[in-house]
T-cell receptor, first 118, second 109 residues
Framework: GAVVSQHPSRVICKSGTSVKIECRSLDFQATTMFWYRQFPKKSLMLMATSNEGSKATYEQGVEKDKFLINHASLTLSTLTVTSAHPEDSSFYIC??????????????FGPGTRLTVL | ELKVEQNPLFLSMQEGKNYTIYCNYSTTSDRLYWYRQDPGKSLESLFVLLSNGAVKQEGRLMASLDTKARLSTLHITAAVHDLSATYFCAVDMGYALNFGKGTSLLVTP
């Protein structure tokens, strides 16, 4: 089955630094990738939709200057948390929607990145 | 705005018992997904339901979709401890998914 990877899986950083998280579709091309955020014992909240070759679409309330998204190729999207603060600590999960007929209806989720900002 | 409501949010059940988790949503959608999440882990896809009347089964879990009623169910048969996890339903908004709040399931001896 389709696999989505994320790197790093866990990151601890100091307040004020920037952190980049990579999301890769390993065996399929993903025209669209999504970034979700999950607080402990809560549901997933969509942050933004990332389309290859175009600007990301952010959900209401998500600061686009704080959460920079780049989707440079059909297999890679990156989320950069700029000037991170403790309230940005969360579990960030990406997903990818397939491009081919067999994968287009399914979203495949990455393993997640746990960000802790001290 | 699409709303997805799951119930119950918490479920403690004995091994061997049956139970159903419900997922109601507020606007038209023909695609609904069920995921499982273990603590500290990401989401594992359980079922993709693509049309009205769709029913899928895998082991002790069976999912169904009624698009007219805007309702999906996840039925657990003869629960075992390994099924303890959080289960999410998610409705396809046409681009991303809108998730329910999740049902935290604990199966006890």
């Amino acid at each position: 089955g389709a696999v989505v990877s994320q790197h790093p899986s866990r990151v601890i950083c100091k307040s004020g630094t920037s952190v980049k998280i990579e999301c890769r579709s390993l065996d399929f091309q993903a025209t669209t990738m999504f970034w979700y955020r999950q607080f402990p014992k809560k549901s997933l909240m969509l942050m933004a939709t990332s389309n290859e070759g175009s600007k990301a679409t952010y959900e209401q309330g998500v600061e686009k200057d704080k959460f920079l998204i780049n989707h440079a190729s059909l297999t890679l999207s990156t989320l950069t948390v700029t000037s991170a603060h403790p309230e940005d600590s969360s579990f960030y999960i990406c997903s990818a929607r397939g491009h081919s007929r067999g994968t287009s209806y399914t979203q495949y989720f990455g393993p997640g990145t746990r960000l802790t900002v001290l | 705005e699409l709303k997805v409501e799951q119930n119950p949010l918490f479920l403690s059940m004995q091994e061997g018992k049956n139970y159903t988790i419900y997922c109601n949503y507020s606007t038209t959608s023909d695609r609904l997904y069920w995921y499982r999440q273990d603590p500290g882990k990401s989401l594992e896809s359980l079922f993709v339901l693509l049309s009205n009347g769709a029913v899928k089964q895998e082991g002790r879990l069976m999912a169904s979709l009624d698009t007219k009623a805007r309702l999906s169910t996840l039925h657990i048969t003869a629960a075992v401890h390994d099924l303890s996890a959080t289960y999410f339903c998610a409705v396809d908004m046409g681009y991303a998914l809108n998730f329910g709040k999740g049902t935290s399931l604990l199966v006890t001896p």
